[in-house]
């Protein structure tokens, strides 16, 4: 229905995440929260107003973005900002897995 106010608590994306991981994983996202991980409409001038440092991170076997897009995208408006692929890590991986902490450290000592 157009023109109706959201309610902005309701859970409006769920996650099929096995019984029992709700407490260390997210079972859904409220409106508030999707739309808080959305870009805005003009990303690019989010990302040409970051300030500096600033490095992305980003699962090599992501299954929600184009890992291999990133660096081309992030150096069309700024060549300063690092990007690392890590090798094999999934989305979720990208927050979990010890591999993922190691860059992370790595990019942070640099």
Known sequence: MLGMVPDYFSPVLA?????????????????????????????????????????????????????????????????DVPVTVVPGLSHIEMSLAPAAFTAIIAELQR
């Open 15 to 79: 996650f099929a995440i096995q019984p029992g991981m709700e407490k260390v994983m997210t079972p859904s996202y409220s409106y508030r929260l999707q739309r808080n991980f959305e870009p805005h409409s003009d990303y690019l001038e989010d990302i040409r107003r970051t300030p500096k440092p600033m490095a992305v991170l980003v699962g090599g076997s992501d299954e929600l973005f184009f890992p291999d897009r990133f660096e081309p995208l992030f150096h069309s408006v700024r060549s």
